[in-house]
């Protein structure tokens, strides 16, 4: 984030914002693709199949880093109103 010469430029938090949408979109699109190889692979191989356990756990992988979306979303806006209350007190003084 930039400081300017009243505090924090309010378009500097942009970037932070579109990192967060990318990354719930490339994790939406990336459990959607597996589960359709998850699909695909077990009507040809089976579900024995190194191929199936392997898009299986890449949908465990996709899931479990999915879940942590909402505290990664709560950490940067904490950071961001401390950061803000921090260059305040700072130009106060």
């Not at 959607?32 to 089976?46: F, H, N, P």
């Not at 879940?67 to 979303?73: D, G, R």
């Amino acid at each position: 984030m930039k400081l300017s010469k009243t505090g924090y430029d309010i378009k500097a938090l942009a970037g932070l914002g579109v990192a967060f949408v990318i990354i719930a979109i490339v994790l939406s699109f990336g459990s959607t693709i597996l589960a359709d190889l998850k699909t695909d692979t077990v009507t040809r191989t089976g579900e024995n199949s190194t191929a199936y356990n392997a898009t299986v756990n890449g949908l465990e992988g996709l899931e479990e880093f999915s879940s942590w979306l909402p505290t990664l979303a709560l950490i940067v806006v904490a950071a961001v109103i401390i950061g803000i209350i921090v260059t305040y007190f700072a130009m106060r003084a």
